[in-house]
Nanobody
């Protein structure tokens, strides 16, 4: 599976961005998808995930502001980010793994495939 993230950019605090992650392959619907982010000098952190079957999961820091969705017909997962804050500034990475019914979605090491990252910068 190859992942291509796009949609990052520079936005003022309070603004919105939508990230996209396009995946190759014909089994996209069977993958759990997630977004992680990494700010300078910090470890990569979980942002949001959507399971292959159902279920979405959000980090507390983005709950109510970010929304993940997927279009299996287009092999694409989206991250709608609203009410952006300067602390949301980071490189955002999309990731994928074969869908799991159980187990956490929040650990980066459980994902097998990663996109190249897209920079999101929120100015104050």
């Amino acid at each position: 599976v190859q992942l291509q993230a796009s949609g990052g950019g520079l936005v003022q605090a309070g603004g919105s961005l939508r990230l996209s992650c396009a995946a190759s392959g014909r089994t996209f619907s069977s993958y759990d998808m997630a977004w992680f982010r990494q700010a300078p000098g910090k470890e990569r952190e979980f942002v949001v995930a959507i399971r292959s079957m159902s279920g979405t999961y959000y980090a507390d820091s983005v709950k109510g502001r970010f929304t993940i969705s997927r279009d299996n017909a287009k092999n694409t997962v989206y991250l709608q980010m609203n009410s952006l804050k300067p602390e949301d500034t980071a490189v955002y990475y999309c990731s994928a793994r074969i869908g799991k019914i159980l187990g956490t979605v929040r650990f980066a090491y459980t994902y097998d495939y990663w996109g190249q990252g897209t920079q999101v910068t929120v100015s104050s």
